[in-house]
């Protein structure tokens, strides 16, 4: 650290090291503020005249090797922040990583009892079983997912001494019972809200309680993936992979369906495929309690992470599915999903790995989350009502072709059935309609509002975006000359006035009108691994983006990777201004980074969440490393069975950013 032009005697100096925290951003920060003083310090420094954050720039980390086993098989953090502030002094900050559990923990419930963190619930909240090996217990989660960090005016919590701060983690799966057995998509995905303890001196966050939110009146979540805050504070959540109910392998099978409904209902018959592949929302009360509703008006579509506008109205949608679609959606009123309109992009020129690509956008229909809902779980409805959708060529010209999944299906409508179609059978409707059904695993989707940017993760580019591969559709306008499996990073200018493909305005300032490549991964042989470990992917580079979240203070896109090409997955933090790439985390060997959630100020403090998934989870990528972390990761995780729940920070003790009297 350099010293300011306002000299700081060395005890305040030191003061000021010992209460780092992750970041100050921009605000006004003085020696009384970050020295934590109290009032049993009687040496109580005077303010002096404040700095802001003038630049914050990431000091990479190395990736682990085996050269340190143990660090390879946790999340580790080696990284550093350095901010320069508007007088040109600097700050330099030693990251580091925080757990406040991991799943399978017994942790307090509020109430005086213990509750299983990331355990599974049946429709009746019933724990569900796991009888696998004749040694009965709860399942749990090794899969925690999408994670926010809000706030809740006017909460009370018992036993939070501070500011009461609340974190929301769903859990997208589990990866096996007891007896080893694949358990995804087989059990409802359940959400917990975290209460936590804000010291509104030194920004630590400390556990308080869990609660499981109950999930009887959505019929249960499904596979929940990726999520967002809302800019009104809730948190959104995600179905990805929906069950396709004509069973002809364009989503989740039915097999899975049913053993999802055996878990859910107690049979294999009362869950229905049209209640899944939503967009849930959660919203946090006082208490620490949460509530769920599920939209229905946001297309039925693998849903991975949505990312609402400034304006509290539109929404743009990942679609992690292979011919899958870049879909938005404007509703009717600001800061209420139940109503409003379904777009997909139709590309008018050619995606590519150095091309612009401009946007059209097909209007798919508009509806009420109610009256959608309503059709399902009222009139009952079923596939064949709405349309018709065939694996043979009908020889018939009524019928339209089109290729989901890299499956090829001749499909039509059913007269006055173009709604139900629309946001019950989304995928199959916005290809039939002209959408650019091209993308293979659009996953995470985040925005950069003072550019006008949306930014989108591309898992792999590959299949239905390969030209000449036999999932791809010249008419689509998205062809890359060969796989990557690494996959990139997709950009979206926005911007207003803008019409759909009828010339009916649409009613948004936040329009995605043209696309190109931000970021495209790079492929490498094993024998070229310069870790020599065995990554497939260059690891001094993205590999399979997934997870996105944009930082307006710090001007940073963070990246975590789900990769089968990274022996270790990483977080990334990337500069828009500086174009620098830089490794600030590193996940356990075979697991995926997941639950980020980029904070720019909570109370005057900033946090990056950041969770990971199935750790040692083992292909062959991982034979060079597998028989020296196997053991390792069983030691660390609960045999395999469990996943850690974190975040970002400097330091356990975190400054504030805002003034405070001493």
């Known amino acids: 650290m350099t010293n300011s032009a306002n000299q700081h005697t060395r005890r305040e100096v030191l003061t000021w090291l010992a209460s780092i925290p992750f970041l100050p951003l921009g605000a006004m920060a003085t020696s009384a503020t970050l020295a934590g003083c109290n009032d049993d310090d009687k040496d109580t420094v005077q303010p002096i005249n404040p700095a802001k954050l003038k630049t914050a720039t990431f000091t990479p980390m190395d990736a682990p090797t085996l050269a340190n086993p143990a660090a390879m098989a946790t999340t580790t953090v080696a990284s550093s922040l350095a901010v320069t502030w508007d007088d ?95 358990m995804y998509g087989k059990l409802p995905s359940p959400i917990g809200v975290i209460s936590l303890d804000q010291d509104p001196k030194t920004g630590h966050l400390s556990f308080v309680k869990y609660h499981n939110v109950d999930m009887s009146k959505a019929h249960g979540l499904w596979i929940t993936c990726g999520a967002s805050l809302s800019p009104w ?200 309609m002209g959408g650019s059904m091209a993308f293979t695993k659009m996953e995470g989707t985040t925005v950069n509002a003072k550019d006008k940017v949306a930014y989108s993760a591309l898992a792999n580019i590959q299949d239905s975006m390969i ?6 559709l010249e008419s689509h306008n998205v062809a890359f000359a060969k796989k990557i499996s690494a996959g990139g990073i997709v950009a979206h200018d926005m911007a207003g006035s803008k019409s759909d493909k009828s010339g009916k305005a649409i009613q948004s300032d936040w329009v995605p009108y043209q696309s190109h490549m931000l970021l495209i991964g790079k492929d490498i042989d094993a024998s070229a691994d310069p870790l020599n470990i065995g990554n497939t992917s260059d690891p001094n580079t993205i590999a399979s983006a997934d997870n996105l979240k944009f930082s307006e203070a710090l001007r940073t896109l963070f990246i975590g990777e789900d990769s089968g090409n990274h022996v270790n997955n990483y977080l990334w933090a990337y500069n828009v201004d500086t174009k620098k790439l830089d490794r600030i985390l590193s996940c356990p060997a075979g697991a995926e980074s997941t639950g980020l959630h980029a904070v720019d100020s909570i109370n005057g403090w900033t946090y990056i969440m950041s969770n990971f998934q199935h750790a040692g989870d083992w292909g062959s990528l991982h034979s060079k490393v597998q028989a020296t972390l196997d053991p390792l ?30």
């Open 233 to 432: 504070g809730t948190h959104l959540s995600s179905e990805e992979y929906e069950p396709d109910a004509f069973g002809q392998g364009l989503g989740t099978d039915m097999t899975t369906m049913k053993a999802y409904s055996k878990n859910v209902y107690g049979d294999e018959t009362s869950a229905k495929p049209y209640n899944y592949g939503h967009l849930p929302e959660v919203t946090v009360n006082k208490d620490g309690t949460g509530t769920v509703k599920k939209h229905y008006c946001l297309g039925r579509i693998s849903h991975e992470l949505i990312q609402v506008m400034p304006d509290n109205r539109t929404a743009l949608m990942g679609d992690d599915y292979t011919n899958g679609g870049l879909f938005m959606f404007v509703a009717d009123k600001e800061k209420d999903l139940s109503a409003g309109t379904l777009y997909v992009a139709k590309y008018l020129n050619e995606l590519n790995e150095t091309s612009t690509a401009q946007i059209q956008w097909i209007n798919l229909g508009h509806a009420t989350s109610q009256e959608i809902e309503d059709l399902v779980n009222v009139q009952n409805i079923q596939p064949s009502q709405i349309m018709e959708s065939l694996d043979k060529d009908p020889q018939d010209a009524s019928y339209t072709k089109i290729i989901l999944q890299k499956k090829t299906v001749w499909v039509k409508v059913k007269p006055g059935m173009e709604k139900a179609a629309a946001f019950l059978e989304t995928h199959r409707y916005a290809a039939l």
């Open 88 to 182: 040109n002094t600097k700050t330099d900050y030693k990251l580091a990583y925080k757990t406040f559990f991991q799943t399978g923990d017994l942790v307090s419930d509020g109430k005086g009892s213990k509750i299983l963190a990331g355990g599974y619930y049946d429709i009746n909240n019933k724990p569900i079983i796991d009888n696998s090996t004749g040694s009965p217990r709860q399942f749990f989660s090794d899969c925690p997912d999408g994670t926010s960090l809000l706030t809740v005016k006017d909460a009370k919590i018992d036993g939070v001494k501070g500011n009461p701060v609340f974190a929301v983690v769903q859990f997208e799966y589990t990866t096996r019972d007891l007896a080893g057995n694949d």
């Open 633 to 662: 990761i069983r030691s660390n995780y609960k045999d395999r069975y469990a996943a850690a729940v974190g975040y970002l920070t400097a330091d356990p003790i975190a400054p504030s950013v805002e003034k405070k009297s001493s």
């Open 467 to 472: 030209k000449g591969n036999a999932a791809w």
